[in-house]
């Protein structure tokens, strides 16, 4: 009998990893080059906003608390000349067309109104992305989704606003480290709901300390009385430099099997309530509409990221600026990003490209491509068609990763029943993506996450 890993290893929704990023040797190689021969008719364009008004106990995002002189106005200023140049870089010679888009952070709406109107000019006008047009996937919270905030949003083309609440039971929220009060919750969804956005997601938290499957119908029920499209279950992480993980000491197999049983019950109650499961952690309720940003093909490249936080992905290249979760850390790394004037070249990235690599002197293996495809379209609950594989690498996942494909079998994680020609997962192995996705990861991006010093 195989031994079944922990579950809950790493949260894998990219791949190679950001840790396996390093500063890219001189000289470093200009956008222009990277985007030249890059299928530009359906590209992503994610813009991330780097402040929050408080920070979450568990969170290791790229963001700060609060913006003080003036910072969101230089640091717009910088996104602006950095969108500019990033847009000459892709060049004239062939139709840019953007697919989707997305404002992250952070929280973007930690922006006021008037900056919010200059976010969206700056994708329309420096990149030329039509937002009304696309689907447009805003994140916010409780204390910044103000009226005339999301009236912006939603005039703009906004097509999905997705909400942090993590739990209605304010005794949990406060033990996540995130004060919030229900009712400032249920008025912020309130709120969203008169803008008449089709999609609402509602992002909420198992794992918490105290909490129980009771508690965690509570906020099931909460967030189900709105009905979101949308909802978004993650198991609670404590990681490293976090306000949980200076409190926390390590994982156990107890609170492993809490997660577990947390997860299934909230998998089986949204089920039960007419939502369908898209991958561990999404759910979408059978009758919403066809939009979101995650409505496009994951495997693939074409992602352009604007600002410090963010990630662009080429065929050849990941790319995006230094990465930090210590507060001191990212404050010097958004200073350094607002004093930026040429933003023409990739600074800190990982090579997915054997040949560039090699050139680059760089330590790349053969096949992270395949990996990444294979991975990224695993941990989704539809499944990856082989023949998919098949036609874009001309070999079969199976003669590719023999001994990997073989363990997840013999753990029962996919899904034996599948139609031939479809490798899915099963329930189990949806509900094991943590330690799945990990499992793929390279020796080579292993390596070099296991050297990255954290900061």
């Not at 290893?9 to 990893?17: D, G, I, L």
Request: with cysteine; charged share 25%.
């Amino acid at each position: 009998m195989t031994e079944s890993p922990r579950p809950y290893e790493s949260y894998v929704y990219a791949y190679p990893h950001k840790t396996a990023y390093r500063p890219l040797p001189d000289p470093a190689p200009s956008l222009a080059a990277l985007w030249r021969d890059e299928p530009k008719d359906a590209l992503s364009l994610y813009a991330h906003i780097p402040f929050c008004e408080i920070r979450c106990g568990f969170c290791n995002l790229f963001t700060r608390i609060g913006a003080p002189d003036e910072l969101t106005t230089r640091y717009l200023d910088a996104l602006d000349r950095q969108a500019t140049t990033v847009r000459e870089a892709l060049g004239d010679a062939e139709p840019v067309r953007f697919a989707t888009a997305a404002f992250g952070g952070g929280t973007p709406t930690f922006l006021t109104a008037d900056e919010l109107e200059r976010l969206c000019d700056i994708a329309e006008k420096r990149m030329g992305v039509d937002l009304r047009a696309v689907p447009l996937s805003v994140e916010t919270s409780p204390s910044t989704a103000t009226a005339d905030r999301l009236a912006v949003l939603a005039e703009r083309g906004a097509t999905r606003l997705s909400i942090g609440v993590q739990s209605f039971v304010e005794a949990e929220a406060r033990a996540a480290v995130r004060p919030q009060r229900r009712a400032e919750v249920e008025a912020a969804l309130g709120r969203i709901r008169e803008t008449g956005v089709p999609v609402l997601n509602i992002d909420l938290i198992y794992g918490i300390d105290g909490q129980t499957e009771r508690t965690w119908t509570q906020s099931l029920d909460a967030a189900l009385a709105w009905h979101p499209e949308e909802l978004y279950l993650y198991p609670l992480y404590v990681r490293p430099l976090t306000g949980l993980g200076r409190l926390s000491a390590t994982a156990d197999r107890d609170w492993d099997e809490q997660r577990l049983r947390l997860y299934r019950h909230g998998r089986d109650h949204l089920l039960a309530r007419g939502y369908e499961q898209v991958s561990m952690r999404m759910f979408r309720r059978a009758d919403a509409p066809p939009q979101g940003a995650d409505d496009y093909a994951c495997q693939t490249d074409g992602m352009i990221g604007l600002g410090c936080g963010a990630r662009s992905y080429t065929s050849a290249l990941h790319y995006s600026f230094d990465y930090a979760v210590e507060m001191r850390e990212i404050r010097a790394i958004i200073d350094d990003y607002t004093a930026t004037e040429d933003f023409g070249r990739a600074r800190v990235g990982r090579w997915v490209d054997t040949d560039e690599a090699d050139e680059a002197d760089q330590a790349a293996e053969p096949d992270e491509a395949r990996r990444r495809h294979l991975l990224q379209s695993l941990l989704q609950a539809q499944g990856m068609p082989t023949g998919e594989y098949q036609d874009r690498f001309g070999a079969s996942p199976f003669a590719d990763f023999p001994d990997e494909l073989g363990r997840f079998e013999a753990l029962g994680w996919l899904d034996r029943a599948a139609p031939a020609g479809l490798l899915r997962l099963s329930a189990e192995g949806l509900a094991h993506s943590d330690a799945l996705g990990p499992a793929l990861f390279s020796p080579a991006v292993r390596a070099a996450m296991a050297a990255y010093e954290l900061k």
